[in-house]
Structures are given as structure tokens and as C-alpha cells.
């Protein structure tokens, strides 16, 4: 029943910055962990970042110090500020929730995936 909408992805430049934005989206109870995720053509889908319903945050050693993850639960959502991009981080990305409905069951839900190209 729930779904998630992405946004922000883009073309920047080498160095450049990009925010993306996930928003949820039906009877939502609570979201526990968010997370953002990404797949570049011919690897494996790969974690980013997490962040757990407390607040706590985990990166991959590939982005730590250049992204940082936050969420508002007021608005049901989970942002990735992306800073320093390099070309190694073209890639889709994806969100990630697990979202508890009014029903009190429990669905994973995935975003449709938004393009980062980063290239001169």
C-alpha cells in the first residue's frame, strides 16, 4: 500500500554536490530504518547509508566524510546530501524503508531508483 517517491538525481560535474530526497507515502504508522542504496551498470546493488529510527548513522567507507544521510519523520522522508561526487559515484540510487502501516504490518518498500551521472 505504501510507496516511496526519489528525486534529485542529476548530471554534476566532478566535485560537485547533489541532494537526493525520498518521500513515503501511505497509512504509516512508523519508519524504522532508511537507507539509501545504489547500482551502477554491471556491479552489485550496494548499501550507501543508514539511518535507524534513532538517528544513527552508518556509511559505506567509500562515501564517509563526502555524503551524509538524514531523515524528518514529520515528513515521512530520508534525504542524501552528496558532496565531493566523483566519478565512481555514478550510479542509481535508491531508497529504502521499513515502514509499519495502522495495520500494524510491517513492508519493506524500495524507490523507483533516480540517475547520479557525475562527469565533466
Known amino acids: 500500500q505504501g510507496k516511496l517517491v526519489e528525486s534529485g538525481g542529476d548530471l554534476v560535474r566532478p566535485g560537485g554536490s547533489l541532494r537526493l530526497s525520498c518521500a513515503a507515502s501511505?497509512?504509516?504508522?512508523?519508519?524504522?530504518?532508511m537507507a539509501w542504496y545504489r547500482q551502477a551498470p554491471g556491479k552489485q546493488r550496494e548499501l550507501v547509508a543508514d539511518i535507524s529510527s534513532g538517528g544513527s548513522t552508518n556509511y559505506a567507507d567509500s562515501v564517509k566524510g563526502r555524503f551524509t544521510i538524514s531523515r524528518d519523520n514529520a515528513k515521512n522522508t530520508v534525504n542524501l546530501q552528496m558532496n565531493s561526487l566523483k566519478p565512481e559515484d555514478t550510479a542509481v540510487y535508491y531508497c529504502?524503508?521499513?515502514?509499519?502501516?495502522?495495520?500494524?504490518?510491517?513492508?519493506?518498500?524500495w524507490g523507483q531508483g533516480t540517475q547520479v551521472t557525475v562527469s565533466s
Open positions: 529504502n524503508m521499513w515502514v509499519r502501516h495502522h495495520n500494524l504490518r510491517t513492508q519493506g518498500l
Open positions: 501511505g497509512s504509516i504508522l512508523s519508519i524504522n530504518a
